[in-house]
């Protein structure tokens, strides 16, 4: 079956420091690919995506490239704030007309100042 | 539109007693989808609505768990006989048919804890 394979956390990180969270799938066809933060206290919010190879999604100063050759999704972030604590989720959906998405696990960030 | 909105945020409840949460989606949204998330997992998938019709379930599913969508709106997600391990968060979530590629919209969950 389908499944998403997140570093593991929590990666602590000094103000303005460089972010990379790793991604890898495992999937059938094309799927599309997301990644979702949770702050503390609420809901998974969309962060960014990228619906085929190649792709580009970005956000906030967040990125990630939809690699297929390597089927990962890596985030990054050039100078992570205080404010991005939070956990962060790698997904994936089978795309267009599929209605289920696969999760990993998550990985908490916190940002020191 | 205020976005996804379930209540209530926490409930505490006894083993053995039955509990429902209640989610009321985007109004536009005709899918409604049902997450699980245990503590250090991410969200696990339930079941999902298209209007009314509830098209697929989990097999973490079980008897003791029912979902409704009576009029294609708001949905309700009950626990029957309410066990420890059923201890999580309940996530909603709302989108357009055929708009999943895009993202789902994620209410801010109900925290349910048995004691």
């Known amino acids: 079956g389908d499944s998403v394979t997140q570093m593991e956390g929590p990666v602590t990180l000094s103000e303005e420091a460089f972010l990379t969270i790793n991604c890898t799938y495992t999937?059938?066809?094309?799927?599309?690919l997301f990644w979702y933060v949770q702050y503390p206290g609420e809901g998974l919010q969309l962060l960014l995506k990228a619906t085929k190879a190649d792709d580009k999604g970005s956000n906030k100063g967040f990125e990630a490239t939809y690699r297929k050759e390597t089927t990962s999704f890596h985030l990054e972030k050039g100078s992570v704030q205080v404010s991005d604590s939070a956990v962060y989720f790698c997904a994936l959906s089978k795309g267009a007309g599929s209605y289920q998405l696969t999760f990993g696990k998550g990985t908490k960030l916190s940002v020191i100042p | 539109d205020t976005g996804v909105s379930q209540n209530p945020r926490h409930k505490i409840t006894k083993r053995g007693q039955n509990v429902t949460f209640r989610c009321d989606p985007i109004?536009?949204?005709?899918?409604l989808y049902w997450y699980r998330q245990t503590l250090g997992q991410g969200p696990e998938f339930l079941t999902y609505?298209?209007?009314?019709?509830?098209?697929?379930k989990s097999r973490l599913l079980s008897d003791r768990f029912s979902a409704e969508r009576p009029k294609g709106s708001f949905s309700t997600l009950e626990i029957q006989r309410t066990e420890q391990g059923d201890s999580a968060m309940y996530l909603c979530?709302?989108?357009?048919?055929?708009?999943?590629?895009?993202?789902?919209?994620f209410g801010s969950g109900t925290r349910l804890t048995v004691v």
């Open positions: 609505f298209q209007n009314e019709a509830q098209l697929e």
């Open positions: 999937a059938t066809g094309y799927p599309s």
């Open positions: 979530a709302s989108s357009l048919a055929g708009g999943e590629g895009y993202g789902y919209t």
């Open positions: 109004s536009e949204h005709n899918r």
